[in-house]
C-alpha cells in the first residue's frame, strides 16, 4: 500500500513563507498525479496544487496562484509546497495526494497525515 509522509508546516507571521515535504513510498499507477489539499476549520477539503510525476504538469486554485509553487524531485520520490507572501486565510491542515489527474478529491486514492499551517495577521 502506497504511504505518503508529509513534514513541513508550523506557524508563520502574515507575509512569510513555509515549504511543506511528501516523500511517497512508491509510485504506481494510483499516484500517477500528485496533489495538495487544505481543510480550514468547518468548510470542505479544498484543491490547492497538483503536479504529474512525468511531465511536471502543474495547477493551481486561483486563491494561491502566483504564491504558492509546487515542485516533485522524481529521483526521491518526494512532493513539495513551497508557500510564500502567506495569508491568515491559508491557515489550514494541509494535506498531500497521490491520484489519477485532476482538482477534485474522488481523483486521488493516497493521502498523508496531514499538517497544520497557521499564519497569525
Known amino acids: 500500500q502506497v504511504q505518503l509522509v508529509q513534514s513541513g508546516g508550523g506557524v508563520v507571521q502574515a507575509g512569510g513563507s513555509l515549504r511543506l515535504s511528501c516523500v511517497v513510498s512508491?509510485?504506481?499507477?494510483?499516484?500517477?498525479?500528485m496533489g495538495w489539499f487544505r481543510q480550514a476549520p468547518g468548510k470542505e477539503r479544498e484543491f490547492v496544487s497538483g503536479v504529474s510525476w512525468i511531465g511536471g504538469l502543474t495547477h493551481y486554485a486561483d486563491a494561491v496562484k502566483g504564491r504558492f509553487a509546487i515542485s516533485r524531485d522524481s529521483a526521491n520520490n518526494t512532493l513539495y509546497l513551497q508557500m510564500n507572501s502567506l495569508k491568515p486565510e491559508d491557515t489550514a491542515v494541509y494535506y498531500c495526494a497521490g491520484g489519477s489527474s485532476g482538482t477534485s478529491l474522488t481523483s486521488y486514492s493516497a493521502w498523508g497525515q496531514g499538517t497544520q499551517v497557521t499564519v497569525s495577521s
Open positions: 512508491e509510485r504506481t499507477i494510483t499516484t500517477y498525479s
